[in-house]
């Protein structure tokens, strides 16, 4: 399994009227390129394919 | 700043023509929420960001925005080759092809000409990050209408890819917003 | 209808091609993911590995079939293919 940690961020504190998007939690990668690149992504944590009327997140 | 390899990011192998979809899928070249739009917004943006870091994320998307739209010429290239006149006027291409004949031009599907009031570069990191992101979200969105209306297998491969970029591209514009992102020194634990 | 595309008549270099662009794409992954995480010492340990690889890639398919970068070119040919080879928007080899 391809796999390591990403770098941990520190304890941050959250002021409001900003926009925050978490960091990646893994850093998993794909075994099989073909499949990363069919995706569209190393990650799987970051696919989130359209399955129709909605999107899952 | 650039060199090119001679290759698509991402194979585009269109076997059937078909003008209909092509008028739809221009949208992503010369469209508000398109990959000329994304591209240029980026490599606008990058010079008055203070971190470098940031710097290299808008100049690294805003490359891969150019092979983006790359990919939808190629696709409407493919789609509208070697057209008879019937089945242009049949498909409405008509519109679109008395100006420009088969050739590329950047519009919406709409028909409005792409231009820079599509985008802004506002100067601020913060604005121009949070509009980054906006843009990538609304590029997605783009790809899930085009998703919906097309049903052709060699082109939902390829729009199914650049819509995965897409929240890539997200999820780097969020992480580049974190102040802490170009400072952090952190060792891998 | 007409096809779209241009037939590809030759698979093996469709398939070198193809693994090219797969190497590049965990490359450009790789990329963004350190631009944002510029001190992830395994990201880029695995960027460097990725990237040997695909320069050995690319050097094969030049040799084979023509250029695919400008400063990986056979200068012992007639003929200048970086110009005179199908370009990728046609569907043959992309």
Redesign the interface.
Known sequence: MQE???????V?QFPVA???????RT?T?YEN??E????????PE?????LG?R?KG | MWNYEKRLQYPVKITQTNPQIAQVIISQYGGPDGELAASMRYLAQRYTMPYNTVAGVLTDIGTEELAHFEMICAIVYQLTRNLTPEEIKESGFDKYYVDHTLALWPQAAGGIPFNACEFQSKGDVITDLTEDMAAEQKARTTYDNILRLVKDPDVCDPIRFLRAREIVHFQRFGEANRKDCSKSKHKNH | MNAGCKPCMDSERQKLLQEISKVDFVLKELNLYLDTHPYDQQAMERFGQFNALKNKMVKDYTEKYGPLVLSITDMDSREWKWATQDWPWEGGYN
């Open positions: 390591w940690k990403p770098q941990m961020p520190y941050e900003m926009a925050y998007v978490p960091w990646q850093c990668m390129l073909d990363a690149f069919k995706t569209g992504t190393i990650f970051l696919n989130k394919p359209f009327r999107v």
